[in-house]
């Protein structure tokens, strides 16, 4: 069973910077190059939302909100997901999910931010923004 593990976030003012990992087990590297993987997040009261996406490729896809402060990457070697966030915004705050798109054969072509499309997930890491 593939495992990802979230870590990096924390609590920061407004305008600062974090960079979120989540860390892939159980998986060969391989196979995790082929992937879809993707973070999402969510805040109290609202639905889970996507944040960033990134496929096998390295095209990758973003929120309007975060578009131009958030970065998506791959360490397709060390199978880890990144998400660099700066100019923080109290909107911001949330709990965050990375997702992974698993499959046996082919590669992942297209990134996506739909909840649906990815069969493994993390169990969160919070990020709090305070003004």
């Known amino acids: 069973q593939v495992q990802l593990v979230e870590s990096g976030g924390g609590s920061v003012q407004t305008g600062g910077s974090l960079r979120l990992s989540c860390t892939a087990s159980r998986i060969p590297e391989l196979l995790y190059s082929r992937t879809c993987v993707a973070w999402f997040r969510q805040a109290p009261g609202k639905e889970r939302e996507g944040v960033a996406a990134i496929d096998s490729d390295g095209a990758t896809t973003y929120d309007d909100s975060v578009k131009g402060r958030f970065t998506v990457s791959r360490d397709n070697a060390n199978t880890i997901l990144h998400l660099t966030m700066n100019s923080l915004k109290p909107e911001d705050t949330a709990m965050y999910y990375c997702?992974?798109?698993?499959?046996?054969?082919?590669?992942?072509?297209?990134?996506?931010?739909?909840?649906?499309?990815?069969?493994?997930w993390g169990q969160g890491t919070q990020v709090n923004v305070s003004s």
């Open positions: 997702a992974a798109n698993v499959r046996l054969s082919g590669e992942c072509q297209g990134p996506s931010t739909v909840p649906a499309s990815y069969n493994f």
